[in-house]
């Protein structure tokens, strides 16, 4: 609409006077085929086939029918593509006279719609006729579009009557090609603007050519072209008997996860000599439905569109209109042109011969043509079908392989390599992968057999992988293991080839998968398959590493040393606490009679001997020297071993610290003959006898934080380790035992060898009446103690029963009931037959009589209970109670402390008891 409302002259100007006659009349000609096919067509209704391939293509194909320009263009690339593919059908098409197929527009014999053929047959009418006769059957709104169209060229038809000598017929030329293999006749449908445009490209070189070149070029066959005449020279027909060199295809991409259509062919020139690209052709064969079946043909590159040169090592790009990439192409076939699975191209020189044929697919009984095996792959997504190295073996099967798409085009250049190796068909012998330790470093050590290539190249290498599993799906970074390579050239010299990788962290504790592969630094896609083993790092690495406990009290229990030797060397520790003790990270430390210090177990995190594991609450945990046999001495396992060359002798030390460097726990020893065995004392009172016999299992816990006599030098081996029974320190009081003395009541016993908080004992009566004694503070480490008071005072009689309380945090934490046995509170306990005179004038004649006390330095006798037998009366001034101090034994040796007289108010006249209590 804005074409006819334009006053543009040069817009008008290239309408109607360049483009539409050029197109109508190539349309226009095209009517004679399009209504002939529609009456084979009717005949034989099978043909429908060879123009509409699925339905999406037939409704796409109606729907062009109200748009009469658009459909006969797309008639006329239907017309070439299935000329060519049904060359022996057609070819017997005799094209109805034109004046014939007006007529016939009336009653057709199928119809396309009646506006599409009246319109178009009076298009052709008119421009043949040089009139604007419209036919009258048609009505006024069906007409006025193309009215105007025709009436404007017939305008310019008059003004210059040169292009009534316009072609209006399609050139047919007839010609015997190889297809494939065989010979079979084939129609080639030529362009009228295809041939305009060679006649052009011919009248310049014509015009260059002297006069005889010309005579001889006029005399060349000429063809007479059918449907209205005129003469041409068909320009491939000097490049027909020529002989070519072989381009090959090099590249396939026949579809996208975005775009199915999104395609490329990409052509090479393996020569060294430029190739002229004039009237090759590439075909397409679509895919078979029946292994019988002859397949639908599409003319990608006609050879009637090629030209230009391809250089030597240099590529030609063929795309469709979707295709995305950033290469330019050289050609680009049209848009209903496509590609899919299992399609056939075949390459065709100009002399017809088969420059290369390339199938592929998913299935080899639906691909038409290949050379010796077709490429198959199930999943070609995002990829591209590229030659390996632009080898070519006559099989598709071998010559290609998938990759990420790299189209290029005329620009490029790339010679075939001379060192390049399909790594996919090497092998490799005798591969294996092991694991080796040394006391500070563990090797994972590779062995194969290089493959026997003999080339020499720097182009290859190995590749380290790891994983769990034998899939190498996901695989372990090298550094998690502390390998800091993880590449080696590859030799390919057939030699026995071994690679050491120094290891120094376990990412997992389990078995791991070692594989290798072959990789091209040229080609990053080009990989081998990959070969495995599997190994094992040792335990000691793949622990985890937790953080050991600090702050707390291990204690050295027990040491074993050997002069000259270290074999069964061992230290035994022992946790005094009532909770587990993480040791990783912890260390002992030697030091020798000149002070220099050495670690027993390396601090390096690749180390093999380390101090690892956890000591039970009041457990053990024995360490060795890696040369023992303690299983076989003592029935007993060492739970971790240090170095044979760690060894101890006289006047050495031993320093326990934990994994902040601190030290917890320092033994030193002196000399000694042969061999020492040194074991910590449960309690501060023990003895070589008392821990062999009821100390024995009371724990090794004796701790004066001096470091000075915690230890008893001993006559047998005594090694426990963390499966060895908890030996918990007594939180009690242990060996108690009551004994009296005349009055006195003495209490032993040993104190609690745990250390207890908030802690005190107490002395009570049966009637839980708490005795006012002295009494020592709670200590540990089963300090013997004793306890000694006057029971007489506290009226306390032989089978009367007290209690010795130990009381924590003011609860009763233990009870010991004791008996009171043989104590004996008299001053004076008379034979029987002692006679005593009362009032005598004579105080000489009085029998004194005496009773041994014992006084507390502290506390005083308040209480004196005397037994007097047979006493009848007391009178007088002469009864007197006197304490003396001890002097030499004897009465009244020592020096007078006390005197006092008994009177008779304190024993009355006339009482004769058993026991008289004398208040003092």
């Not at 096919?37 to 391939?53: A, G, N, Q, V």
């Not at 076939?333 to 899919?340: Q, R, W």
């Not at 390339?358 to 038409?368: A, N, P, R, T």
Request: net charge negative; with cysteine.
């Amino acid at each position: 609409d804005e074409i006819f409302t334009t006053e543009d002259p040069e817009i008008l100007y290239f309408y109607f006077e360049i483009i539409l006659p050029k197109i109508i009349p190539l349309s226009s000609s095209l009517i004679d085929l399009y209504f002939r096919t529609i009456e084979e067509i009717e005949k034989d209704p099978s043909l429908l086939s060879f123009y509409i391939y699925e339905n999406e293509d037939k409704n796409w194909f109606i729907s062009l029918l109200n748009n009469p320009l658009k459909l006969l263009l797309a008639i006329k690339g239907r017309l070439l593509t299935t000329l060519w593919e049904n060359g022996e059908k057609l070819s017997s098409f005799r094209l109805p006279n034109i004046s014939n197929l007006i007529d016939r527009f009336r009653k057709p014999l199928i119809t396309p719609p009646t506006k599409y053929v009246f319109n178009i047959a009076n298009i052709y009418y008119s421009i043949n006729a040089n009139t604007q006769q419209i036919n009258q059957d048609t009505n006024e709104s069906e007409l006025t579009y193309f009215e105007e169209i025709i009436g404007r060229i017939n305008k310019n038809i008059k003004n210059n009557p040169s292009t009534t000598t316009l072609n209006f017929s399609e050139n047919i030329e007839t010609e015997t090609t190889d297809s494939l293999n065989m010979e079979i006749q084939t129609t080639i449908v030529t362009s009228t603007d295809d041939i305009e445009i060679d006649k052009e490209r011919e009248e310049k070189e014509e015009n260059t050519e002297n006069t005889e070149n010309e005579e001889q070029e006029n005399t060349k066959e000429q063809q007479i072209v059918r449907g209205g005449g005129g003469i041409y020279r068909d320009k491939c027909d000097e490049y027909k008997n020529k002989s070519y060199p072989n381009l090959i295809i090099s590249e396939i991409q026949f579809e996208t996860e975005e775009d199915k259509d999104d395609e490329f062919i990409e052509i090479y020139n393996p020569n060294n000599e430029e190739i002229d690209l004039t009237c090759w052709q590439l075909e397409k064969y679509s895919s078979l439905s029946t292994p019988t079946e002859t397949p639908s043909l599409q003319i990608l590159l006609p050879k009637t569109k090629s030209s230009g040169l391809i250089k030597p090592y240099s590529f030609y790009l063929i795309t469709s209109k979707n295709y995305s990439g950033t290469i330019t192409p050289d050609y680009i076939y049209a848009e209903s042109y496509y590609l899919s699975k299992n399609n056939s191209l075949v390459l065709r020189k100009p002399n017809g011969e088969i420059s290369d044929i390339v199938g592929f697919g998913g299935d080899k009984e639906k691909i038409y043509k290949f050379e010796n095996n077709p490429f198959i792959s199930q999943d070609f997504t995002n990829k591209s079908i590229q030659r390996i190295n632009y080898q070519d073996t006559n099989d598709n099967s071998r010559d290609f392989w998938l990759r990420n798409p790299s189209p290029k085009n005329s620009a490029f250049q790339e010679k075939p390599r001379k060192d390049f190796i399909n790594l996919n068909e090497v092998e490799i012998e005798n591969f294996n992968a092991s694991v080796t330790t040394t006391e500070e470093n563990i090797y994972l050590n590779i062995k194969f057999k290089e493959p026997s290539l003999n080339i020499a190249t720097t182009n290859y290498f190995y590749e380290i992988l790891v994983s769990t599993s034998s899939n190498f799906q996901n695989n372990i970074d090298l550094n998690e293991f502390g390998i800091t390579t993880s590449t080696f050239l590859s030799k390919f010299n057939g030699e026995d080839r071994e690679e050491t990788l120094e290891v120094n962290k376990c990412p997992l504790n389990t078995q791991f998968y070692l594989g290798i592969r072959i990789k091209d630094i040229l080609d990053e896609e080009n990989l081998s398959k990959i070969w495995h083993s599997t190994f094992t790092l040792p335990e000691y690495l793949c622990e985890e590493e937790t953080q050991g406990t600090n702050n707390v009290k291990i204690l050295i229990s027990e040491i074993f040393i050997r002069e000259g030797t270290s074999t069964n060397e061992y230290i035994e520790l022992y946790n005094p606490n009532n909770f587990e003790i993480n040791l990783n990270g912890w260390n002992l430390i030697k030091v020798n009679r000149e002070g220099k210090e050495e670690y027993l177990f390396s601090t390096s995190t690749k180390r093999k001997y380390k101090l690892k594991g956890k000591i039970k609450p009041y457990g053990y945990f024995l360490i060795a020297n890696v040369n023992n046999n303690l299983k076989e001495q003592f029935g007993i396992l060492p739970d971790v071993v240090y170095s044979k060359d760690k060894d101890f002798a006289k006047n050495n030390k031993i320093k326990l610290i934990n994994s902040n460097n601190e030290i917890v726990d320092i033994v030193e020893w002196q000399n000694f003959d042969d061999e020492l065995i040194l074991i910590r004392k449960g309690g501060i009172e023990s003895t070589k006898e008392s821990m062999k016999n009821e100390e024995k299992n009371f724990g090794n816990s004796y701790d004066n934080d001096e470091n000075q006599n915690e230890f008893i030098e001993f006559d047998e081996n005594e090694p426990q380790n963390s499966d060895s029974q908890q030996e918990i320190p007594p939180d009690y009081l242990t060996f108690v035992n009551l004994k009296t003395d005349k009055q006195n009541i003495i209490i032993e016993f040993n104190s609690p060898y745990s250390k207890l908080n908030n802690a005190f004992y107490e002395i009570r009566k049966e009637n839980d009446e708490k005795l006012d004694v002295t009494l020592p503070e709670v200590k540990n480490f089963g300090k013997k103690e004793i306890i000694e008071f006057n029971g007489c005072y506290f009226d306390l009689e032989n089978s009367n029963k007290i209690s010795l309380l130990l009381v924590v945090n003011d609860e009763i934490k233990h009870k010991y009931d004791l008996e009171i046995r043989n104590l004996d509170c008299s001053i004076y306990k008379a034979e029987g037959n002692e006679t005593i005179s009362w009032g005598m004038q004579s105080p000489t004649n009085l029998r004194k009589i005496a009773q041994e006390i014992k006084i507390d330095k502290v506390i005083y006798i308040k209480k004196v209970k005397l037994k007097l037998s047979k006493m009848d009366k007391l009178e007088g001034d002469n009864v007197w109670l006197k304490i003396y101090s001890f002097g030499n034994g004897k009465p009244e040796t020592g020096n007078l402390i006390y005197s006092t007289k008994i009177s008779e108010e304190t024993i009355p006249k006339g009482f004769n008891p058993e026991w008289v209590e004398f208040n003092f």
